[in-house]
């Protein structure tokens, strides 16, 4: 079993950030990095244009990808976050569940940004099942992951009016300028208290 790691309050914090695709909020993070907190290590599901940014940038980065046992897939992507001693992991467009072995490691440290104000609009499609449903507001949401789907407890959400004539693509980007905003906020406003984390918005 291994002891969890635990640094200095003061300690910059060490994110690890998730990713499955464009990355466009995984280079918000990396340009939002300061004093306060770095990426160490960027980790996908498939390669993508977010591990190509993270190299740019000179971060370690690896792919994990899944393959018929997914429980494995879970243990190999737990290992692979694990090796960057994280303070906090963020899931940033990280298009995959985390099973329970990943849960039971990096639980309460883990944060997910989600296109849509929680508890409305969970899972894959959050902007374009807004959309469907005729929302006039949605947003962004910053929350910690638990075993649900977008179920985790709020930290932190920003409303995004939506426009007439908003379609996926248009509404979706306005999201994304906030969610950029919200989660740099949050990584400046984390840090370390003992095994939990304390987020002062
Ligand atoms: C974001 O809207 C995120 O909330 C959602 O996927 C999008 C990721 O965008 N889960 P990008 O790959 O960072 O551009």
């Not at 993070?29 to 599901?45: P, S, T």
């Not at 989600?114 to 507001?137: E, I, N, Q, S, T």
Request: glycine share 8%.
């Amino acid at each position: 079993m291994t002891t969890p790691h635990q640094p200095a309050a003061s300690a910059r914090l060490n994110v690890v950030v998730l990713v499955s695709g464009t990355g466009s909020l995984l280079q918000a993070i990396l340009d939002g990095q300061d004093e306060r907190y770095g990426v160490v290590k960027v980790v996908a599901d498939v390669p993508c244009q977010g591990i190509e940014r993270a190299q740019a940038a000179g971060i370690a980065t690896e792919v994990v990808e899944m393959g018929a046992d997914r429980a494995e897939w879970n243990k190999r992507l737990v290992a692979a976050v694990d090796s960057a001693q994280p303070d906090v992991v963020v899931s940033a467009g990280f298009m995959k569940i985390l099973g329970k072995d990943f849960l039971a490691r990096f639980e309460g440290r883990t944060i997910n940004t989600h296109p849509a104000l929680l508890p409305a609009f969970k899972g894959a499609h959050g902007v374009r099942d807004a959309l469907a449903y005729g929302a006039k507001v949605t947003g962004s949401t910053v929350h910690f992951v638990d075993a649900g789907v977008d179920t985790g407890a709020i930290i932190a959400q920003e409303p995004v009016r939506v426009l007439p004539g908003d379609d996926e693509a248009s509404l979706h980007e306005r999201i994304k300028v906030v969610e950029r905003e919200l989660i740099v906020a949050v990584l400046r406003a984390t840090r370390v208290k003992g095994e939990e984390l304390s987020i002062q918005l």
